[in-house]
């Protein structure tokens, strides 16, 4: 992995890092171990004053259900820190979706269904110097997904979870944003962050390519159905 995995004092550094500096503080005070770990509490939110410290061996990213942060999260970390350990704590079960976090420079995530007991376990065997930390049935995925045939792959745009293919599904129809905002219910920094999150996944630069990329993956009509 080549990441650094302990403070030159011994202890493991880590940083939580949560949308909501109050869900950043619990856990961190879930996993303070004062004789091995010395863990900090931050945002990901960028418009708050993020505290300065010694740069962390290990970044834990919370991920959140409500406005789908944790990949942009994640890849700000990544790019802050790049000689640390990155955790992700997944909005989502699906494997697919732990995968496309590893893309954004996660280094291992746990998924919603694993408790803070799973979180303590992978501290500690970062700290014993462990590098495998991928569960099973991501290494099944990524090696099921390399052996599959290049005619056979799914369409770039399965790697979205279901909020951000409705997203983008919606752009392809043409919806404006205003519009597309009022339709899911959400608040236009939400919709920014799925946004980002797409762009990403699909390694585009604009919402109007991914749009495409969307309409293109679509199954088109035969000439039965014209």
């Not at 420079?105 to 110097?129: K, Q, Y």
């Not at 293109?216 to 035969?222: I, T």
Request: charged share 20%.
């Amino acid at each position: 992995m080549g990441r650094n995995a302990r403070g030159a004092a011994g202890k493991l550094r880590v940083r939580v890092q949560a949308n909501r500096l109050v869900i950043a503080e619990s856990i961190a005070a879930a996993i303070q171990d004062g004789d091995r770990r010395a863990v900090v509490a931050d945002t990901t939110d960028p418009t708050q004053v993020h505290r300065a410290d010694r740069r962390p061996d290990v970044v834990v990213v919370v991920g959140s259900r409500f406005d789908g942060s944790t990949i942009a999260a994640v890849r700000t970390a990544r790019r802050r820190w790049r000689q640390s350990i990155v955790i992700a704590l997944a909005e989502s079960v699906r494997v697919e979706d732990g995968v496309a976090l590893l893309q954004q420079g996660a280094d291992v995530w746990l998924s919603p269904n694993e408790g803070l007991e799973a979180l303590r376990s992978v501290l500690s065997r970062i700290a014993a110097g462990e590098r495998v930390l991928l569960p099973p049935s991501a290494l099944a995925y990524i090696a099921t997904s390399l052996r599959q045939p290049r005619g056979g792959q799914a369409p770039a745009t399965a790697r979205l979870t279901s909020r951000e293919g409705q997203v983008l599904d919606c752009f392809a129809q043409g919806l404006s944003r205003p519009e597309i905002t009022a339709m899911l219910g959400i608040s236009q920094a939400t919709l920014r962050t799925h946004v980002q999150n797409i762009l990403g996944k699909l390694q585009v630069h604009s919402i109007q390519k991914a749009a495409a990329l969307a309409r293109a993956s679509q199954p088109q009509p035969s000439a039965h159905d014209a």
